[in-house]
């Protein structure tokens, strides 16, 4: 979609450090990270927000959460790691494609600020 950062991320037109890439899944280092080690997964498609995940696109959050294990499974990640995936204003989403933080190498508190 034209002026979605993670779109152009995905084109490779906004440049960004790749953990993982399949048919459906690109991931990649967040630039501002919030845990020794953050990144974050996005669907190859344009989808807004976790409030707009539905049986035709559903899939694709299958897709992350399998890509998701296999990063954390390569980052030797034993320890434990946080999936965020922040919808809306209240949810804190700055870029409105949907994704999923992984945010590991630091102990997290519980609950979030
Ligand atoms: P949100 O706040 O919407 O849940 O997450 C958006 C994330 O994208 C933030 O953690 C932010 O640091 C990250 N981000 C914003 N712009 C860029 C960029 O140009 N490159 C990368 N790698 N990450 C970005
Ligand atoms: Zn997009």
Known sequence: ????LFCKIISGDVPSTKVYEDEYVYAF???APQAPFHAVFVPKIHIKSPAFIDSENSLYVAK???AIA???KNEKLEKGFRVVANCGEDGGQTVG???FH???RRNLQWPPG
């Open 1 to 4: 979609m034209e002026d979605c």
């Open 29 to 31: 280092l967040d630039i």
């Open 64 to 66: 992350i959460y399998e």
């Open 70 to 72: 296999t990063v954390a």
């Open 97 to 99: 494609h949907l994704h």
């Open 102 to 104: 992984l945010l590991a």
